[in-house]
């Protein structure tokens, strides 16, 4: 069994970003079955055009694409779903989980909004994952016509990530859980937002989930929110 590596840095104020990796126990990954290694070839593929998509320049046909592209993923998942979803992957049994965080912040606090996001997503995307399920007899038909397969490969991956975050979710309320208090992170506690960039000096990796959050804020009108509310230790 491996180990599942989580990050939690706040981002403004009471929102924090969490970000996740699954590492295997000798270094590599585990054993896929057929239908992981179509769904990996597909997410290879998609990553492939997505990065060629991140060098179009301003004002054109592909920077248009992009922004797209990136409305309709945000659209798809928040921040929370794609934290669930890497939590859950895998076979078999959930990870040991490794929860390292800012020192200012109290284990207790983020042991608790870890358990409360557990209990939270948990149902919703169980019922999520079986009513993309569900849709699979009424998209079928689009396999054998000329008409683009994309909506049954967008209900496919719906399907998949919403199983993925359930079982995120449960590993969350059961999996054994250690927390590594990291004083190296509370320099990132001063300025908000927190910067991806400056989150992705710090911690590799983690400043994609980061600006996630951060668009996932903006474009719900929260990074102009003056509300000091729960204001985090730590935190200007």
Known sequence: MGLTKIVVLPVLRRHWALHA???????TPPP?????????????????????LQDAEPGTARDYA????QTL?????????????????????????????PAALPEKLVRRRLRLLSR?????????????LASAPVLAPLLAT??????????????KENSMATKGADALGSAPMR??????????????PLAAAKA?????????????????LGDRGLLDDDDDDEQLPGAA
């Open 21 to 27: 990796t699954r590492c295997a126990k000798d270094g």
């Open 32 to 52: 896929r079955n057929a239908f992981e290694t179509a769904y990996d070839r597909f997410a290879r593929s998609a990553a492939k055009r997505w990065a060629q």
């Open 66 to 69: 992009r922004k797209a592209a």
């Open 73 to 101: 993923l945000d659209a798809s998942r928040d921040p929370e779903e794609a934290f669930l979803v890497v939590v859950g992957g895998g076979r078999g049994d959930a990870n040991p989980l490794e929860v390292r965080h």
């Open 120 to 132: 939270g997503r948990h149902e919703e995307h169980l019922w999520r994952s079986r009513a993309w």
């Open 146 to 159: 000329p008409i683009t397969k994309w909506p049954i490969v967008y209900a496919a991956w719906r399907w």
């Open 179 to 192: 927390f590594v208090a990291d004083p190296a992170l509370d320099a990132l506690l001063g300025a908000e």
């Open 200 to 216: 992705e000096r710090a911690v590799p990796g983690v400043g994609g989930a980061v600006a996630h959050k951060l668009r996932w």
